[in-house]
Nanobody, 123 residues
Framework: VQLQASGGGLVQTGGSLRLSCAAS????????IGWFRQAPGKEREGVSC????????YYAVSAKERFTISRDGAKNTVYLQMNSLKPDDTAVYYC?????????????????WGQGTLVTVSS
């Protein structure tokens, strides 16, 4: 599967963005799509993950209450709605696929990494 992330941009603190991860197709080989981010000088962080088959979602502590992950099977797209953005959310955001969300915190079982999309939150 090929993934393409989009929707990043520049937003002020407290603003919102919706990221999209378009998949070439949803297949039985991958049942999980995760969102990850990497800020300059920091390690990659798993932000959220969704199970395609049952819609179960997972969130990092930093994303809970502010971010919402969802899927649109008809469009083969996974979204990450980000609200109440903070400067600490500034990073390149990536999406990737895996069999399950089990290790989304590190992303070590994820593949098909799409090109990232830059999110910049100004203070």
């Amino acid at each position: 599967v090929q993934l393409q992330a989009s929707g990043g941009g520049l937003v002020q603190t407290g603003g919102s963005l919706r990221l999209s991860c378009a998949a070439s197709k949803f297949t039985l080989d991958y049942d999980a799509i995760g969102w990850f981010r990497q800020a300059p000088g920091k390690e990659r962080e798993g932000v959220s993950c969704i199970s395609i088959s049952d819609g179960f979602t997972y969130y990092a502590v930093s994303a809970k209450e502010r971010f919402t992950i969802s899927r649109d099977g008809a469009k083969n797209t996974v979204y990450l709605q980000m609200n109440s953005l903070k400067p600490d959310d500034t990073a390149v955001y990536y999406c990737a696929a895996a069999h399950r969300c089990t290790y989304y915190q590190t992303g070590r079982t994820f593949g098909s990494w799409g090109q990232g999309t830059l999110v910049t939150v100004s203070s």
